[in-house]
T-cell receptor, first 114, second 109 residues
Framework: ETGVTQTPRHLVMGMTNKKSLKCEQHLGHNAMYWYKQSAKKPLELMFVYSLEERVENNSVPSRFSPECPNSSHLFLHLHTLQPEDSALYLC?????????????FGPGTRLTVL | GQNIDQPTEMTATEGAIVQINCTYQTSGFNGLFWYQQHAGEAPTFLSYNVLDGLEEKGRFSSFLSRSKGYSYLLLKELQMKDSASYLCAVSDSNYQLIWGAGTKLIIKP
């Protein structure tokens, strides 16, 4: 039990659909992250919210749009995705400013784009 | 550029010892993490090293040499449940994690 939950666990969508991924952390942390994990590749950091301030990764396509309404919730809005966006999307949280700033992960959403 | 290198795959025998190496080149260093990830599951935190030396935690130990840009994760008394991917990550000067691609560890009976 990591204290970070994600829904849905699996998602299949067409390229014209709009969907959202949800993440919730129950650890009292003040930073949240979205990562993309593709087979045999390093985790790719997509977005960071720290102390409710967004740190944007400029290499993320605009078809991915994050939203962080408060320190416990994080969303990733998806629209007009491409088949190469199929991957495991992981959410994580941490306590920014702590010595180790260890990130704790949710179980991920397995996304398939047809 | 920033880079983390670790072997793609390793195989070991149940009950044995295995060492998974990680080398890194990053802009700044604020610690090195090891995570375990079973197939289809979340990465889970194993260890954190910021000073040189060996940190032992039960069957798992992690070593760091900052001057060499090198770490290893040592797993003793291997069990079948240790079959997983092991991810090495370095916290850089901006406290962002730079990740390796992971080492898939296969345990055979």
């Amino acid at each position: 039990e990591t204290g970070v939950t994600q829904t849905p666990r699996h998602l299949v969508m067409g390229m014209t659909n709009k969907k959202s991924l949800k993440c919730e952390q129950h650890l009292g942390h003040n930073a949240m992250y979205w990562y993309k994990q593709s087979a045999k590749k390093p985790l790719e950091l997509m977005f960071v919210y720290s102390l409710e301030e967004r740190v944007e990764n400029n290499s993320v396509p605009s078809r991915f749009s994050p939203e962080c309404p408060n320190s416990s919730h994080l969303f990733l809005h998806l629209h007009t995705l491409q088949p190469e966006d199929s991957a495991l999307y992981l959410c994580a949280s941490s306590q920014a400013g702590a010595e180790a700033d260890t990130q704790y992960f949710g179980p991920g959403t397995r996304l398939t784009v047809l | 550029g920033q880079n983390i290198d670790q072997p793609t795959e390793m195989t070991a025998t149940e009950g044995a010892i295995v060492q998974i190496n990680c080398t890194y080149q990053t802009s700044g260093f604020n610690g090195l993490f090891w995570y375990q990830q079973h197939a289809g599951e979340a990465p889970t935190f194993l260890s954190y090293n910021v000073l040189d030396g060996l940190e032992e935690k039960g069957r798992f130990s992690s070593f760091l040499s900052r001057s060499k840009g090198y770490s290893y994760l040592l797993l003793k008394e291997l069990q079948m449940k240790d079959s997983a991917s092991y991810l090495c990550a370095v916290s850089d000067s901006n406290y962002q994690l730079i990740w390796g691609a992971g080492t898939k560890l296969i345990i055979k009976p």
